[in-house]
Structure formats: C-alpha cells, structure tokens
C-alpha cells in the first residue's frame, strides 16, 4: 500500500476510560507506520468517568492527539459531526472508541481511494447480541430502500472520508446515531461522489458497555429518516 500523506482519525467517545488510551495508543502505532502527516482525536461527548483525563495525559505527550470536549451528551450524531467539522487533512477516518474494530484495517479502506472518495466498512461475522444484528439488518434495509444507497451495514462505525466530500455536500443535520451515516451516504452519492466498501473484523467488547437503543429512540430515529428521505428526494 503507498504511503497516506495526511490523514485525521477520529474517535467518538462517552464513557469510555477504559479503552480510550489503548485505543488510542494502538491507532498512533499504526499510523506511524503509514501516514506521514496524521491526527487523533478524540470527541469527548460529555463523559462523566476519567475519559477526558485521560485524552488530555495522552495529548501532553503527544501533540497530535487532540480532544474535543462536549459539555454534555450530545449524541453519537453530534459527536460524528464534530469530528468531521474539527478534522483537517485530506482524508478522514472515524472509527468507534470501543475497541470493536482493528485499526490497522484502515489500510484496507485507503486501498479503495484511487476510485472511491467515501469507503465504509461492513462487519464480518458481527460480534454483537442477536437483536441489535437484527436491528441493525432491518436499518441497513430500511435505508437502502429509501435512499438507494445500496451497502451492506449502514451503521458500520469504521469509515474513511475525502475531505473533499464534507466540504461540499451540504452540511451535516442529523443528531442521532442512526441517522447520521444515511444522511452522509445519501448526501455524498448526490453530491457526485463513489461509495465503496470493504469487509471488516468486529470483535467484542472488552471493556464498558453499548449504549443501545430503546424502543423510543427506534421510532423516533425511523421518523428522522423518512423526513431525511422527503428532504433529499
């Protein structure tokens, strides 16, 4: 694989103490192997543990990694959009703070930016409970349908993004979790741009736990992507 020549990465965080620093540390590994220009950082969504601590231990040694603090809870849509508003090199990947995902795949996203501006990552053989894979099926198909953008998990949290694509679509409203990547695909496949995807390991969480979504959140996040798709259509 050649060489990145700039990239930022960012992590969505609530909570997450106990797996930010080895999430980090093993991402800082990996780029210093294939970036020469790179930055971390880590969206701080109102934790209420020690993550911002420890962000800020890891960012005095290392002034590539930075942090975005949010007050409060925000919501893992508000965090995405942090992220790619903060980031500032030519590529953009976001990935989960939660250690579900191996970094040093991010080569094989890079690999499909000779033909593609946005890549996002499908799990192979997904290590979640039984119902939030089959929540997760029903949103992958209830999105594609509505919004044509044809891939196989739209709720993949490992994907990597030209800049070039958050600079020109419009700009980025969703607040929840849900939405917020069928809003980005939807936008950037408007806009001009080549989606692509690539299979990616998913591994248990070791440490912490998911913040699933209820019953409430499910309708509430169904009615925001038929106002998405009435916006977009």
Known sequence: MNQIEEISVFFPAFNEERNIKTTVEKAREVLEKIANT???IVINDGSKDNTENAVNELSRSDSRIKIVNHKKNLGYGEALKSGFYSSKYQWIATIDADGQFDFSEITKLYEKTDKAQVIVGYRLDRKDHFLRKFFGWGWTFLANV?????VHDVDCAFKLVSRKVIEKIPHLESTRGGTISPELLAKAKKSG???SEVGVHHFPRKEGHQTGADL???VKSFVDLIKLWNKLK
């Open 38 to 40: 790179w930055e971390i």
């Open 216 to 218: 409430t959140v499910i």
């Open 146 to 150: 509505l919004l044509g953008i044809k």
């Open 193 to 195: 741009f080549v989606v």
